[in-house]
């Protein structure tokens, strides 16, 4: 009798080592590497065999693995030179992947988003048509939904509003603290009475993001009747701070019962899983993976 051990059980394709050359002769038996290790394995194992792969928290904790810097010795280590690649992490090249499973394991066809993730979508969309192209129609490439009002948010800096470049507006900030915030966002240098440009103004894009369309419209008569920086802050204060305020209110009534939000999220997750399921057991199947 010839034994044929697969590599580990989630490879794909279920490669296989042989003793030997040659095709599997007739009689032959494909033993998975549990039922090997169970006739030759150690009589003293902690916790007993298990499937590499098999154990959920595997994917996770290798993706935070991933988020360190690797180990390395390079030229630049060598010679003291100051290395580039410096804090750059394999969970950075990885990330546009996680966000690519994030969409597709959903089949969603339209995702919302800003115009700077946009290349994001169109990188997923690639993912998912060469995967269809290897294992057939399993995922759906998505197109994205850009708002043409906002695209891409202004921070108070003038930058694309992020944490990263701790330039955002905290929605549920007190009065007080919302106000200073909005009297920091950058402007020229054009005095009171002097008309001025909508185009690529922060207060005016931060603005027509919350604002109806005569409002907006009114906002820009100001601008060419030469509104002063201040009193432009300040009128974006007023409108923000009033259409904020009812989100401000159902926030602040939320945050006191956390039970209620740990309810709704354990719901959200198992409508997902029914959703992500039925595609992941396909995927598996088609590409010839066990488990995960």
Not at 202 to 225: G, L, P, R
Request: glycine fraction near 10%; aromatic fraction near 8%; charge should be negative.
């Amino acid at each position: 009798m010839v034994l044929t051990l697969g590599t580990d059980s989630t490879s794909t394709g279920e490669e296989v080592l042989r003793e030997g050359a040659g095709d599997l002769p007739e009689g032959g038996v494909f033993l998975d590497g549990g039922e090997l290790f169970l006739i030759g394995g150690p009589d003293d194992l902690v916790g007993g065999p298990a499937r590499e792969g098999g154990e959920p928290a595997g994917g996770p904790f290798a993706l935070l693995l991933a988020t360190e810097d690797l180990p390395k010795l390079s030229d630049n280590e060598l010679s003291g030179a100051k290395d580039a690649d410096k804090g750059v992490t394999m969970g950075l090249f990885n990330y546009p992947i996680l966000m690519a499973a994030d969409i597709l394991m959903f089949s969603a066809d339209i995702v919302p988003v800003g115009q700077d993730q946009k290349q994001h979508i169109e990188m997923t969309r690639d993912i998912a048509l060469r995967f269809n192209h290897h294992y057939g129609d399993l995922l759906t490439p998505p197109e994205a939904k850009i708002s043409k009002l906002t695209g891409v948010l202004p921070g108070i800096d003038g930058r694309k509003m992020s944490k990263s470049y701790n330039n955002t507006i905290p929605i549920f900030a007190d009065e007080g603290s919302l106000k200073k915030i909005i009297m920091k966002i950058k402007t020229n240098s054009l005095e009171p009475g002097v008309p001025k440009d909508i185009t690529d103004c922060n207060i005016f894009a931060i603005f027509k993001s919350i604002a109806k369309e005569n409002d907006v419209k009114s906002f820009q008569k100001m601008y060419e009747e030469g509104i002063s920086w201040g009193d432009a802050k300040t009128h974006l204060f007023d409108n923000l701070s009033l259409f904020l305020s009812s989100y401000k209110k159902e926030y602040l009534k939320i945050i006191k019962d956390r039970d209620y939000v740990e309810s709704v999220l354990k719901e959200g997750a198992n409508k997902a899983l029914e959703v992500s399921t039925p595609l992941i057991e396909d995927i598996r199947n088609s590409v010839g993976i066990k488990g995960f």
